[in-house]
């Protein structure tokens, strides 16, 4: 399905009069570079919308949530973090270090 025009994805034409009835439900009067930036972002939004739509995604199945990955997303992960060496940098960026302990003040009703 290709998105023809703005009336097949909001319900209508979205032009100047729209937003400024929208605007004015909301109790707000929009300057001429705000209706333009809106109405400019609207056009993106569609280009945008009708570039997906030259791809084939028919054998591609729906994620169960917006932001679950795909199984087999670790084989992408190649590093493996290693944290033995924070405990040196840790004493180092330290002010209050000595002899490779942090000194931790003591404070009673501060």
């Given at each position: 399905?290709?998105?023809k025009?703005?009336?097949?994805?909001?319900?209508?034409?979205?032009?100047?009069?729209?937003?400024?009835?929208l605007?004015?439900?909301?109790?707000?009067?929009?300057?001429?570079?705000v209706?333009?930036?809106?109405?400019?972002?609207?056009?993106?939004?569609?280009?945008?919308?009708?570039?997906?739509?030259q791809?084939?995604?028919?054998?591609?199945?729906?994620?169960?949530?917006?932001?679950?990955?795909?199984?087999?997303?670790?084989?992408?992960?190649?590093?493996?973090?290693?944290?033995?060496?924070?405990?040196?940098?840790?004493?180092?960026?330290?002010?209050?270090?000595?002899?490779?302990?942090?000194?931790?003040?003591?404070?009673?009703?501060?």
């Amino acid at each position: 399905m290709y998105i023809k025009n703005n009336k097949e994805l909001f319900g209508g034409e979205v032009d100047k009069q729209k937003i400024l009835k929208l605007a004015k439900s909301l109790y707000f009067v929009p300057n001429e570079k705000v209706i333009y930036t809106i109405l400019t972002e609207k056009d993106q939004m569609l280009a945008r919308i009708n570039y997906l739509h030259q791809f084939d995604t028919k054998s591609i199945q729906p994620l169960e949530k917006i932001n679950s990955l795909p199984k087999g997303i670790e084989i992408l992960f190649e590093d493996i973090p290693d944290f033995t060496s924070f405990r040196e940098q840790l004493f180092d960026n330290s002010i209050h270090n000595s002899e490779k302990q942090i000194i931790i003040k003591k404070v009673i009703d501060d």
